[in-house]
Nanobody, 124 residues
Framework: QVQLVESGGGLVQAGGSLRLSCAAS????????MGWFRQAPGKEREFVSV????????YYTDSVKGRFTISRDNAKNTVYLQMNSLKPEDTAVYSC?????????????????WGQGTQVTVSS
């Protein structure tokens, strides 16, 4: 059974940093692009970042460019999201997801597997 389990969320002050992890099992990890999405209260889920199956291609939503970095360790079946210079508007539940497409999609419909999410709260 495919499982994606996020960790690393928590409460941090504005300007601080967090590193999220997503551990995958039950799938051929290196065959999947891995994405991060977030959902704030009262808002729709939005794309944050994606990394291609071997880490060669990355994309970020404009609001996090220069602050967040996505990476992966295929030997550990884990994808990371390093979040620096955090802002209160980054507060959301962050979920990782796996896409079986052959490109690094930013479209939510291309992701077939999802984790449960981890809460990130940034205080001002």
């Amino acid at each position: 059974q495919v499982q994606l389990v996020e960790s690393g969320g928590g409460l941090v002050q504005a300007g601080g940093s967090l590193r999220l992890s997503c551990a995958a099992s039950g799938l051929a990890f290196s065959n999947y692009a891995m994405g991060w999405f977030r959902q704030a209260p009262g808002k729709e889920r939005e794309f944050v970042s994606v990394v291609s199956n071997h880490g060669r291609v990355t994309y970020y939503t404009d609001s996090v460019k220069g602050r967040f970095t996505i990476s992966r360790d295929n030997a550990k079946n884990t994808v990371y999201l390093q979040m620096n210079s955090l802002k209160p508007e980054d507060t959301a539940v962050y979920s990782c997801a796996a896409s079986g497409t052959t490109y690094s999609s930013r479209s939510i419909q291309d992701y077939g597997y999802w984790g449960q999410g981890t809460q990130v709260t940034v205080s001002s």
